[in-house]
């Protein structure tokens, strides 16, 4: 059989209207033998993308031809069909020379089943989802600290429908960003108890121990046994599963530590090698008609979001609380704090909550719930903070590391042409390196900037030099003094579309 003859018998058997240019390009390169990413690149689309409605394609081939059909069988299967077709052909002959043409017509011989529509959210498998938002999230709010603008700006994009909000799309992905410790998943969790209702399912992941896509989400239905069988093994049957269910109801899905299950040491948010399932999720929650909506906490920048400019996508880099949110949250922990104590703590940790709830558990143990006295012994990086920032900066790129090191030799604060200076041309980082590893820094959440330059929080500076055995002299309070009466100026985070983004980082903005 031909190539035209396939064509024709498809013709046939699938609604024309709902067989599209990309469905014929993949038909006809895969009858050429080409594989997924070179029909990709010749199409000008995304590979999974490719596979995704090529396997549509051959599921709608399968149910219409009553046969299974794949990339791989396809000329055996047509081959097949043409047989068949001839041996009915003969077989009309000889029944038309048996009865009277009258008697013919009203036969209907037709080898082919009935033309099936091919429509990519049809499924057979249902999702009883068992989360309940009202018994998962109780309302705890008088614990929660600040976020005021943070809250409204969530509320405002998970509210927000075609129906509700002329000419505004709803939003499908929210990618809230920031360092470990700043407050993404409390932040979350306080939102989703103010808009569980405007939701018919929320959907919580932690991505925490890194599992594999498959287990993050056969894990969401029921496991009972019999819905369990139904949970397709391939995981373009599973995503397509997901996006039916994310059409036909209006979920909130919560991706909580994202960043475990990106390649670590590697710039640019790559995905780790058994975890791309993950980023082909995303890719569809983007580009897909539905109406639900997924919410990542990240501490790094997953790749390909950054570089989506539409309305239906959003990034939010999360700051730590202000001096005075800082008091209160020191307040709440009952330890004794002036004013003046809780600006000298905002501006050694940037308003980091993990942080400063482990200084003020620390200021109870040995300081008698006295602030003031446990800022004399000039310790601020210690357990759980050292750990907490261990964590962040073992994931470095070798590139990153360079920069770091150098921005902390510095005095002050570290300018590009230092940066370059020291890096670039004593052959430390490349000219290409240079400016994609500062955006991923800028990404991770650790660099912020003042007019003068690039520089790092106290804490995280001083953890550093500890780490590389640097000599470091004790704090003092005139050093904080010093930092509390010259908060650097904050910058709204944008693209590294040239040398100016530098003036453009915010300070470190942490889980």
């Known amino acids: 059989m031909t190539f035209e003859d396939a064509l024709a018998l498809i013709d046939t058997t699938l609604d024309p209207t709902h067989f599209k240019n990309l469905h014929q390009d993949i038909f006809r390169l895969s009858w050429q033998g080409k594989s997924y990413q070179e029909i990709a690149e010749t199409c000008g689309y995304d590979t999974d993308y490719v596979r995704h409605v090529g396997y549509q394609l051959w599921q709608k081939l399968s149910q219409a031809l009553e046969q299974k059909v794949t990339k791989r069988n396809l000329h055996v299967v047509f081959r097949r069909l043409e047989q068949q077709s001839q041996i009915s052909g003969n077989e009309a002959e000889e029944m038309a020379s048996l009865f009277p043409i009258s008697q013919q017509a009203k036969s209907n011989i037709n080898v082919y089943p009935t033309k099936v529509e091919l429509i990519s959210d049809q499924t057979n498998c249902l999702l009883p989802w068992s989360d309940t938002p009202r018994h998962l999230y109780p309302n705890h709010g008088q614990l929660f600290v600040g976020r005021q603008q943070e809250q409204k700006n969530l509320i405002q994009w998970l509210t927000h429908t075609e129906q509700s909000i002329e000419r505004t799309h709803p939003t499908q992905l929210i990618n809230l960003l920031g360092m470990a410790g700043i ?23 932690s991505l925490r121990n890194a599992p594999t896509f498959t287990e993050t989400f056969a894990n969401v239905i029921n496991t009972d046994e019999q819905e369990t069988s139904k949970w397709p093994t391939h995981i373009d049957a599973q995503i397509e599963l ?17 960043e475990t299950i990106l390649q670590p040491r590697q710039m640019g948010g790559c995905y780790r090698p058994k975890h791309q399932a993950y980023g082909q999720l995303l890719r569809y929650m983007m580009d897909s008609p539905h109406q639900s909506c997924v919410l990542l906490t990240s501490r790094e920048q997953p790749i390909g979001i950054n570089l989506r400019n539409q309305p239906t996508v959003q990034t939010f880099y999360l700051q ?8 209160t949250l020191l307040n709440q922990q009952e330890v004794e704090a002036t004013q003046t104590d809780a600006e000298t703590l905002h501006a050694y940790y940037g308003g980091n909550p993990y942080a400063l709830k482990v200084a003020a558990t620390n200021v109870t143990s040995l300081f008698h719930r006295q602030v003031s006295e446990w800022i004399d012994q000039g310790n601020f990086v210690f357990g759980p903070i050292q750990q907490l920032l261990n964590q962040q900066l073992q994931r470095l790129a070798p590139p990153e590391q360079q920069i770091i090191q150098c921005i902390v030799a510095e005095t002050g604060n570290a300018t590009l042409d230092q940066l370059h200076e020291a890096l670039v041309l004593n052959n430390l980082v490349s000219t290409a390196d240079l400016l994609p590893a500062l955006q991923s820094l800028q990404n991770r959440s650790l660099l912020y900037n003042q007019e003068e330059g ?11 030099l500890r780490c590389h055995h640097h ?9 904080l003094a010093e930092l509390t009466s010259s908060q650097p100026k904050m910058y709204p985070m944008q693209s590294c579309a040239s040398l100016n983004f530098l003036s453009s980082a915010t300070p470190a903005q942490y889980h």
């Open 320 to 327: 730590g609380l202000s001096s005075s949110e800082t008091h």
């Open 242 to 258: 997901l996006m039916h269910y994310f059409r036909q109801h209006r979920c909130l899905l919560v991706l909580d530590n994202f």
């Open 183 to 205: 407050g993404k998943t409390s932040l979350v969790q306080q939102v989703i108890r103010q808009v569980q209702d405007r939701f018919q399912r929320v959907i919580w992941r």
């Open 471 to 479: 000599p470091l002299s004790r704090v003092k309070q005139s050093t």
């Open 454 to 464: 690039l520089r790092l929080l106290p804490y995280l500076r001083e953890y550093y």
